[in-house]
Structure formats: C-alpha cells, structure tokens
C-alpha cells in the first residue's frame, strides 16, 4: 500500500512543467502521469484529444495485470511497456514505484529518444516525489519505512 501524500500546488506546477518539457524533448503528442490507482495527476501536450478517465483507469489496470504476470515468471515488477501501433505508440513506465508515466507518440519520434528523455524525466519525478512525500510529514514518510513492500507485509501473515 502506497503512502499517501499531498500534492501542493508548487508541486503540481513542477510537475506539470517537466511533463511539458518531456513532450516537446521527445517529441510526442501527449504526456500523462497516472498513480497506481488510476488517478490522473498532471498532463501535457494533446491530451485533451483522449479520454484522459479512461486512459488513466486502463493504464493502471495494465500496468496492474503486468505486475502480475511479472510475479508468474519469477520477475520482481516490469517497470517499462511499449505498444507499437501503425500511426501512435504508447510507452509507460513506473516512477519511483509509485505513479505511472504514459508517452504518447507517433513516427516523427522515436522509441530511443522517448526512452532517453523518460529516463532523464523519471529522475526528476522521483525527487519530486520524494520531496512531497518528505514535506507532508505522514506517517510512513519516514525513509525506514521507504524500504517495505507490499510483499514484505504479505509474507508477515502467511
């Protein structure tokens, strides 16, 4: 279960600006980043054209239902997917184990340069994340507790 964390406005503008700054760098049509529970949390460049609900919901269910089969193979997480359509191309990726980070783009991109600067913008989300989670002073923002699974918790009661 993730800690909860608060969002403040600053934040939110960072975050919103990286997601900005990623779009024009990869050159793609549309930027999401999406918590695990299929909450859209910021967006850029067309993303108006989709179903952002919808995409957000199906995202984190697939990302979900890969984590999954991941476990089935002996695999800890898959933390990068990709589908390649014939005109646009979709790469996600989990962030700091906590938000998902959807690329949307077509051929005058391509799936190296969005894989360069998703690394690159995925550093960033990961301070800012860690910064908030810092900042709200929650329980469970303690870095001892940082470290503890989901699978840790489980593996207490079987």
């Given at each position: 279960m993730?800690?909860?964390?608060?969002?403040?406005?600053?934040?939110f503008q960072i975050m919103s600006d990286i997601?900005?700054?990623?779009c024009r760098d990869a050159n793609a049509r549309a930027i999401y980043v999406i918590d695990k529970n299929g909450q859209l949390i910021a967006t850029a460049g067309e993303s108006e054209r989709f179903d952002s609900t919808a995409m957000a919901s199906l995202v984190a269910g697939e990302m979900a239902a890969t984590g999954g089969l991941a476990k089935l193979?002996?695999?800890k997480d898959f933390?990068?997917?990709f589908h390649e359509g014939v005109n646009d191309h979709v790469h996600i990726s989990l962030v700091a184990n906590r938000v998902i980070l959807v690329v949307i783009f077509d051929n005058r991109s391509s799936l190296g340069l969005v894989r360069l600067r998703v690394k690159r913008v995925s550093a960033e989300l990961t301070e800012i994340f860690e910064r908030?989670?810092?900042e709200s002073g929650l329980p469970g923002a303690n870095p001892v507790f940082s470290e503890i699974t989901e699978q840790d918790i489980d593996?207490?009661?079987e």
């Open positions: 993730a800690v909860p964390t608060i969002m403040k406005e600053n934040h997601c900005a700054s990623l193979i002996g695999e933390n990068v997917l908030m989670l810092h593996s207490l009661f």
